[in-house]
């Protein structure tokens, strides 16, 4: 079994940042992807990006540029630095892992961005 612990999140105003971090524990391989998702009200879950254990990233183009995810191995957690910040990118924010069978998720964290 996996658990996925976010935290991070906040409200903030349009331009500033923030950073999530996701650890993980449970059957853990740094091999695997592990990724952040988001939701907005109304909307599907979207990517927002992911990593491979050789540093791979892969980002949407909404937040190319402004976000950064990262991983820590020895610890298990991967992280998003999230700056300029905009409305837009208001959501519930998922971390989640690919055991390679299945996808775990964490509980969400909620990002909120006032104009």
């Known amino acids: 079994q996996v658990q996925l612990v976010e935290s991070g999140g906040g409200l903030v105003q349009a331009g500033e940042s923030l950073r999530l971090s996701c650890a993980a524990s449970?059957?853990?391989?740094?091999?695997?992807?592990m990724g952040w998702y988001r939701q907005a009200p109304g909307k599907q879950r979207e990517l927002v990006a992911s990593?491979?254990?050789?540093?791979?990233?892969n980002y949407a183009d909404s937040v190319k540029g402004r976000f950064t995810i990262s991983r820590d191995n020895a610890k298990n957690t991967v992280y998003l630095q999230m700056d300029s910040l905009k409305p837009e990118d208001t959501a519930v924010y998922y971390c989640?892992?690919?055991?390679?069978?299945?996808?775990?998720w964490g509980q969400g964290t909620q990002v909120t961005v006032s104009s």
């Open positions: 449970g059957s853990i391989f740094s091999g695997n992807a």
């Open positions: 989640t892992y690919d055991s390679g069978w299945r996808d775990y």
């Open positions: 990593i491979v254990s050789g540093g791979s990233t």
